[in-house]
């Protein structure tokens, strides 16, 4: 089993920063992909950016140019810095790993969510 823990989100106003961080942890598996999803209520659960284990990167065209993922590998670790942050990026963002256990077995794993709220 893999847990993923994530920290970081707040309250900010429009043009300010934040930075969320996201550690997975568990026994005998390798990421495949990690990254961070956002869903406001009501809404479907949107990619806002993922990088795979071979340092492909991708981002939504919202985010491009505002939001970089970065990782560290030997700590499990994903990061999400968030600039030039806009009322629309409001919601709650949740961690996501892709993760091949042990068996050879892929699995995705959520964070709990973390609340970011931009106000203009």
């Known amino acids: 089993q893999v847990q993923l823990e994530e920290s970081g989100g707040g309250s900010v106003q429009a043009g300010g920063s934040l930075r969320l961080s996201c550690a997975a942890s568990?026994?005998?598996?390798?990421?495949?992909?990690m990254g961070w999803y956002r869903q406001n209520p009501g809404q479907q659960r949107d990619m806002v950016a993922t990088i795979f284990a071979d340092g492909t990167i991708k981002y939504a065209d919202s985010v491009k140019g505002r939001f970089t993922i970065s990782s560290d590998n030997a700590k499990n670790t994903v990061f999400l810095q968030m600039n030039s942050l806009k009322p629309e990026d409001t919601a709650v963002y949740y961690c996501?790993?892709?993760?091949?256990?042990?068996?050879?077995?892929?699995?995705?794993?959520w964070g709990q969510g973390t609340q970011v709220t931009v106000s203009s």
């Open positions: 996501n790993a892709g993760i091949i256990d042990y068996a050879g077995v892929y699995n995705d794993y």
């Open positions: 568990g026994s005998d598996f390798s990421i495949y992909t």
